[in-house]
């Protein structure tokens, strides 16, 4: 095995912020930063438990927005699957964190941050899957 | 308010993050999955700066009996490893080594303007629905 394309500088500063903004949600609002449940969890909700969840999605957005305008040089974005590979794997990855309540943010970082024994199995699981996938679809298919 | 204002400071912090360590690019983030061959380490190294910090930010946090300003912490109750776990785990999998794509940097790169992220989008947002439809009819 190789190395490439690594960049671990901005990978440890961007996982830094990432775990600042996390602490920032629990020690102020006492919420756990996990997207899937912040996002999923908004359907239905009412009142302030709606707002804070939509201001949370909308600043995840400005960042992309931000970006985009004002640092075009910093955005990579390459996707190798068409719209029917972005269906399927979109509504594999909302069943999926439905089910198990957590994704790389709630459990990967989140709980594992807290030594909860069910995101450090759900992680392990959905690290192992990824891994599995990604070897079937690119060098068997 | 004031939770509105930091829940949006907080999406933003994080969306920095996700772009900085370019986990909004779906291809950075196969390049770490694809074990056989050339691979990019940099998503565990994602992880650890945020595992390190949010360690040692949760415990900070505790020590107030409650949030600064809401009344209580609230996190998941459930203990159990069960099957839910397993099976939600792997389809998660599934599709995040298909596309690239988990929810965090699928919103942050639906502002990046690529129809695709957008369809993917509905997709999850359509999973996500459907399950808690299902939960809640056996609930109820």
């Not at chain 1, 830094?16 to 239905?44: D, E, K, P, Q, Y």
């Not at chain 2, 109750?77 to 940097?105: H, M, Q, R, Y």
């Not at chain 2, 129809?115 to 989008?121: A, G, I, K, N, T």
Request: net charge positive.
């Amino acid at each position: 095995m190789t190395i490439v394309n690594f960049t671990p500088v901005s990978a440890l500063i961007g996982g830094a912020l990432i775990g600042l903004a996390a602490t920032a949600m629990w020690w102020l609002l006492g919420r756990i930063a996990g997207v899937s449940g912040i996002l999923g969890n908004a359907i239905g909700a009412r009142g302030i438990d709606l707002m804070w969840r939509v201001a949370f999605i909308a600043g995840l957005l400005s960042a992309g927005a931000i970006a985009t305008i004002a640092f075009p040089e910093s955005v990579h974005f390459t996707m190798d699957v068409g719209y029917a590979g972005a269906v399927i794997a979109g509504l594999l990855v909302g069943i999926g964190t439905s089910l198990s309540g957590g994704c790389t943010s709630g459990h990967g970082v989140c709980g594992v941050s807290r030594l909860s024994a069910r995101s450090l199995i759900a992680t392990g699981t959905f690290m192992a899957s990824g891994f599995l996938t990604v070897y079937v679809a690119r060098h068997l298919l | 308010m004031r939770r509105v204002l930091a829940a949006f400071i907080g999406g933003g912090l994080f969306g920095a993050g996700l772009i900085i360590s370019q986990m909004s690019n779906p291809a950075k983030v196969i390049g770490f999955l694809d074990l056989s061959g050339q691979w990019d380490p940099s998503l565990a190294f994602v992880m650890a700066g945020a595992v390190a910090v949010f360690a040692l930010g949760y415990r900070f946090a505790l020590r107030r009996s409650s949030p600064l300003f809401d009344k209580n912490f609230v996190m998941s109750e459930k203990v159990n490893v069960d099957k839910t776990l397993i099976s939600g785990s792997l389809l998660f999998g599934l599709g995040w080594g298909l596309a690239g794509l988990c929810p965090g940097p699928a919103i942050v790169s639906s502002s990046f303007g690529d129809s695709r992220v957008w369809m993917f989008m509905a997709a999850m947002l359509a999973g996500m629905g459907l399950i808690r439809l299902i939960q809640h009819r056996n609930n109820g």
